[in-house]
Every structure is written in structure tokens, then in C-alpha cells.
């Protein structure tokens, strides 16, 4: 795809922004429902704006950061889509992290997005935890829904990892107050993985039932 123009971008950029903030949820004003997008209209702008934003080289991504980065946070926070969250964190941290100032990180992207990562992350927790108790060799539809969690929790593993990559190969010394906020998330994800692990081997152990297997 070939990168538009940064003043085609901005448009594209404000109708997408007006739409996610319309209703009293965000700075700008509600616009008249006969002017308001569909919901499929919005989804396909943002997903656009996504594929336009992959097509972009290191400069460009570097060059904009001040002015895209702020709305991809806005668009990760009103997403209600586990398919377009990934995809969002994947382009800022892929994309945008390796430009910004260590000194700022938790001010301008980890206090940001970190938060609602975990939140993702502990609602993929309850529905692998719910899903479990219903899986059996029978049941297909099941083991595809498990299957689909388990690749999107590995997906958020993923780009935590490069979270840390990313902070333990700088060459300038980080202070921990300056990503205060990733330690802490990676500790509370390590916690809950053990614990669900844990609670479902005990459970399968005792009702008898075979501990989920790689085929499912």
C-alpha cells in the first residue's frame, strides 16, 4: 500500500477521532446521527487507517510520532475488538516504541496502554478458565475457542516481551520509576498463568478428566 499524504492522513485521522469520541466519551462534540458513521463504516475506516499505518517505513513512523501516536492510544482505548487491540499494540510497539525517549515511556505509552492490556489479559483468563470446564475430545467448537484465546493471550505475551526487549537493550541507564508500570504488569501476568495453570491441572487430576493436550 503507498503511504497518502500527510493532510489526507489528518482528514482520515479527525473523522476516525470524531467518531470514537462522539457521545460525551472523548473532548469533541457530538456530531447529528445523520452525520455519524455505521458501525461497519467506522470499523472499516479504523481498519484502514491500520493498513495504512503498516505500510509506513522507520523515517515516517519516526517524522510522526507526536501526532499519530496519541490517536492510535485513543483508538486502543475505545476498541471493544481482542482482534483490533492486538493489532494496535503490535503497530505501536513494532513501529512507534523503538523512536521514543526512555525517560518518558511510562508518562507516554506504558501507564497508556498497559492497563487495558491486562485488562484483555484477565478476561482472556475468564473465558479460557469458563471455556475449560465445558472441554471434552467431542466437542470441536470448544477446542477452536480455546485454541483462538490461547493464540491471542501468546500474541500479548509477544509484544510484552519486546516491551522488555526493548527497555533491557538501551544503551542509557532506566530509571525504574520511568516503567514502573511494565514490571509490575508482567508480574501480575506471570501470577495469573501460574494460578490458572495450577487450578486446572488439580481439577482435571481429580474429576478425572485429561489435561488439555496440544491436539485441542
Partial sequence: MVWCGRGALKARWVGVIAVLTCGGSGSLSPVADGESMSQDAEVEARRDLLDELDSWPRDVCRRELPSVLPRLLSMYQHSESWIEHI???????????????????????????LPKTIKLFDGMMYELNTQA????SQNLEIQVTLRNILQTMVQILGRLTECVQHVCTTQDSIILENIHSLPSSILHIIKETFVHCKCQTFSRLFSGRP??????
Avoid at 133 to 136: A, D, F, K, P, R
Avoid at 211 to 216: A, D, K, P, Q, T
Fill in 87 to 113: 493489532r494496535i499494540l503490535r503497530i505501536i510497539i513494532d513501529m512507534f516504541l523503538p523512536h521514543m525517549n526512555h525517560l518518558t515511556l511510562e508518562q507516554t505509552l506504558f501507564s497508556q496502554i
Fill in 133 to 136: 470446564g465445558e472441554l471434552s
Fill in 211 to 216: 489435561i488439555l493436550s496440544r491436539s485441542s
